[in-house]
T-cell receptor
Framework: EPEVTQTPSHQVTQMGQEVILRCVPI?????FYWYRQILGQKVEFLVS????????KSEIFDDQFSVERPDGSNFTLKIRSTKLEDSAMYFC???????????FGSGTRLTVV | KNEVEQSPQNLTAQEGEFITINCSYS?????LHWLQQHPGGGIVSLFM???GKKKHGRLIATINIQEKHSSLHITASHPRDSAVYIC???????????FGPGTSLSVIP
């Protein structure tokens, strides 16, 4: 299975700024997911995206968050106005084929200062 | 109540020891996943199970659907096995993954 690459690997941003996290490349997969992991805590589900639409979102995924697949290959998570508590590791994921299950991206560590 | 629980939370072993990490879950599932997370943070999928047992190298994963329990075994442990091992489940195919809290394993030479 090809890897799922996320960019940037680490981003530092000031509180209140907008950030866009990217997941590339995506090819021929319909199901995508974003998760986050606050330092020292377990991984939490944010949103799932199927056939270019949100299929499910958690209560964490409020109006500050949005997802897009802008050009058919990239898959982005936007946080409009970052808060300190948004500091976390963000993972995208896609379903695999056959027995491979899920493939997770390398992660983006977001630090809000 | 957490839908996925793991034990132990932390585990230290001597190189060469046989290691077992346990996972229990409280929901109906389509599959159970064992994942590995290294200090850099990336998550790697080790196994996806819906029944029985799977083996890959020194890693063995088993699941008992009736008991809602799974185990991950590492034979002949090595310091490079040091990582956080996460049990996770999906309730239906293509559903979101529900993560357990993870077990932090440290293998000492």
């Amino acid at each position: 299975e090809p890897e799922v690459t996320q960019t940037p690997s680490h981003q530092v941003t000031q509180m209140g700024q907008e950030v866009i996290l990217r997941c590339v490349p995506i090819s021929n997969h319909l199901y995508f997911y974003w998760y986050r992991q606050i330092l020292g805590q377990k991984v939490e589900f944010l949103v799932s995206f199927y056939n270019n639409e949100i299929s499910e979102k958690s209560e964490i995924f409020d109006d500050q968050f949005s997802v897009e697949r802008p050009d058919g290959s990239n898959f982005t998570l936007k946080i409009r106005s970052t808060k300190l508590e948004d500091s976390a590791m963000y993972f995208c994921a896609r379903t695999g084929t056959g027995i491979s299950g899920y493939t997770f991206g390398s992660g983006t560590r977001l630090t809000v200062v | 109540k957490n839908e996925v629980e793991q034990s132990p939370q932390n585990l230290t072993a001597q190189e060469g020891e046989f290691i077992t990490i346990n996972c229990s879950y409280s929901v109906g599932i389509s599959a159970l996943h064992w994942l590995q997370q290294h200090p850099g943070g990336g998550i790697v999928s080790l196994f996806m199970l819906s029944s029985g047992k799977k083996k890959h190298g020194r890693l063995i994963a088993t699941i008992n659907i009736q008991e809602k329990h799974s185990s991950l075994h590492i034979t002949a442990s090595h310091p490079r096995d040091s990582a956080v091992y996460i049990c996770a489940v999906t309730k239906t195919s293509y559903d979101k993954v529900i993560f357990g809290p993870g077990t932090s394993l440290s293998v000492i030479p």
